[in-house]
């Protein structure tokens, strides 16, 4: 990845997205629908691809947010273990999204502030 530096950090506006459009435990997505919601948005490097979120994607299982459900070639099919709800950090003042049992742990990376 480049030296671009977005606006919102990535995994915030990832949980964003599942907060305002998959926040039901019965909903599936994929990290290619996230993707590109996120691409909408401009706040990503342009040359970033998919490839680029890995790692995003697999905190959001290690975190027992979501889990992984089928996986063909690049795309990831998850679902959430429980709803997810809004909060505020206020040591990084972002809006963050949490799911109702994970750790209280801002999940910015460069925050990780408890909440």
């Not at 950090?89 to 408890?114: A, H, Q």
């Amino acid at each position: 990845m480049s030296d671009f530096t977005p606006k919102t950090p990535i995994e915030l506006q990832i949980r964003k997205i599942i907060f305002e459009k998959f926040n039901d435990v019965d909903s599936r997505f994929s990290n290619d629908q996230i993707f590109e919601i996120i691409k909408e948005g401009n706040d990503i490097d342009p040359s970033w691809i998919i490839d680029d979120f890995e790692s995003f994607f697999n905190e959001l299982c290690d975190s027992c947010l979501a889990r992984n459900i089928a996986q063909n070639f690049t795309t990831i099919w998850m679902k959430l273990f429980e709803p997810v709800e809004k909060l505020h950090c206020n040591s990084c003042n972002f809006e963050i999204y949490l799911g109702t049992s994970e750790d209280r742990k801002c999940p910015n990376s460069s925050c990780k502030s408890s909440i």
